[in-house]
């Protein structure tokens, strides 16, 4: 069954230069031919200059490439117009492709029919999605990355080693009579092992993916110690009121913030301050909790001008199972007491002045690199959360593996390792489900 030829505006909502319709399926060249009144073919894989008629009037003149099925995006037949960009024109178009048999794209049409031609996996597929998402260098690079095979090929890489361990434990298995040397158990546990590490550090990256949801920094401390004025020195603009009043900042706002290359948020929260019994200032003391255990990160600020004995309470009541970073603000000022011995237990410090900027630079590389280590795989390739609960899954398989291989025959070792070797599905897409490739490509936009 042929799959009906679809259409979408690929370009943004809005007025511009240029806007681009495209249409995939075995009708996209005749439909085009008809919009144009040609009857010569277009030139493949050539812009073509073309008047595009709306019955006997013509409507535009614009640039029609034409892709043969199987040297296009989609892998079907394929015409991009490229008219100018008048939301009228664009619709309008768009409703004449349909008056000649086309139908309305849904959102990721063309890509999903890419990955069901084989042109992408689903890895690479999503990685489309996320590099139209990108709004920072490292997004983009690790979007490009996985949409290159990055990402693929390391799975193709596990996918060999977990099926050639599962055949020498099966060969053991069923020929136990015959000359097939076993698979030394010390051998066989060190090759899962490598791979599980392997698969674990995938899953890791995955718990630190800022591709689907930027990292979140949330900035806490004391009332009054300088969070709103470091969260305005952060971001480099007048984004939070500041003052000289304990208890400015009653309510926690968040403000997008490009960390060197990488989508973050960073959140001003209220002063933690426990000698009040005014209900807002509570509500605003547990909010600050709760985005503090909702971030990736904490940066603690510390107004180092103040005695030690005043922070020991504060480091105990933010716990110790996020990571911190602590600023000692207020540098500028003379004198700086002594911060409390356990500071350094608490995270990273550094000295920062809110007011000079003195630091301010130090700090942002800083919460960068506590975020997403620099170089490490985490960043580069930055899977997303559901190849992250994939791999978790495989990882947990080969540790069973591993614990099975020495006290089994083989049967329930090469169980396992086929286990993980499905478990891995749900990335490439070897084999999905149709409730899986709906979910993904409604994230994405129409037209592409
Ligand atoms: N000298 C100096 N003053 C600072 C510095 N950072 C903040 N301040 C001053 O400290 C006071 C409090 O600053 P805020 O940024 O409002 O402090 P906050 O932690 O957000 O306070 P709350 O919202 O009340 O919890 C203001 O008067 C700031 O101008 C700094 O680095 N040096
Ligand atoms: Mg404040």
Redesign the pocket.
Known sequence: MTEPTIVAIATPPGRGALGVVRLSGSDAHAIVLRLTKRSAAFKPRYATLATLFDGNDSLDEGLVTFFPAGASYSGEESVEISAHGSPYILERLVALCLENGARSARPGEFTQRAFLNSRLDLSQAEAVCDLIAARTKLGAAAAFDRLEGGLSRRIAGMRTEILELTALVEANLDHPDEDIPPLPDAEGLKRINTLREQVQALAAAGSRSHLEASARVAIV?S????????LNALLGRDRAI????????RDTLDAPIDLGGLDAALI?T??LRTDTDDPIEREGHARSLRALRGADLGLV?LDRTLAPQHHRGLLEELGRDKPLIVAL?????HPARTMPQDLNHAGTVVEV????GNGVDRLGSLLRDAVVPPDSDAGRLAVTARHAAAFERCALELDNAYKMLPQDSGERTALHLRAALDALDPIDGLTTTDDLLGTIFSRFCVGK
């Not at 009332?223 to 470091?230: E, F, T």
């Not at 002045?353 to 000079?356: G, V, Y």
Request: hydrophobic letters at 30%; a positive charge.
């Open positions: 401390g009332v009054n110690a300088g969070k709103s004025s470091l500041v003052s000289k009043t304990p208890g400015t900042t001003d209220a002063g600020v603000n207020k540098s500028d000022l002045s809110a007011l000079s």
